[in-house]
């Protein structure tokens, strides 16, 4: 039986890459992308729907589909204040989530981040736990947290923070074993394998994926 899905977030990171499995694989019948704004991707699947996460009205109209994939996300820098981070990163996926599970949707997959915690002191930890929290309340058949760590791939903007951990830490990820091997870093079409590969696969009520079981269902994708 074909699926009907919607992925929001497709003009990131992650999110493209998922995008681009999604529409090849067999499973799907049809792709909905929530786009802020239309883009050059073309497909016999694929529906783009210029969506304004801002308008709370919007998530009304969502499409029918029993499959969500949340791939929105920002960084302070780039938001420019905490407030308008949080929506990116809370507001708009906890909307989501609600609009989708209201709407029949059965299995809903987020991405947050290594270290997600509600009560951290850390503000971009404390809100993506905050998130996790959140969507953990709503009654999803199947609900799917990927806690990926750094991600590494061809970002727009210029992080150099990140440029120069992203450089170093390979340097020293032979020696990341055991309990501290989830802190490696990944590949952002890695995360994206590792999503396509647990909804084609799993069926559980809930699963928190951290980052270094991401890696091992991208190579069970891989392999497949």
Known sequence: MKTEAIIAGSSGLVGSELLQLLLNSNKYSK??????????????????????????NAYKSLPRASELF?????????????????????DYPLMLAKAGLNNGTKQFHVITALGADANSSIFYNKVKGQLQEAVKKLNFDQLYIYQPSLLVGDRKENRLGEKIAIKVMPLFEFLMIGPIKKYRSIQVEDVAKSILFTAENENKKLKIILSDEIQTLADSHSNS
């Not at 694929?46 to 709370?56: G, Y």
């Not at 949340?70 to 809370?90: I, M, N, P």
């Open 31 to 56: 792709v909905y992308s929530l786009v802020r704004r239309s883009s050059d991707v073309k497909h016999q699947k694929l529906e783009e729907i210029v969506f304004d996460f801002t308008d709370k």
């Open 70 to 90: 949340c791939c929105l996300g920002t960084t302070l820098k780039t938001a420019g204040s905490q407030e308008a981070f949080r929506k990116v990163d809370y």
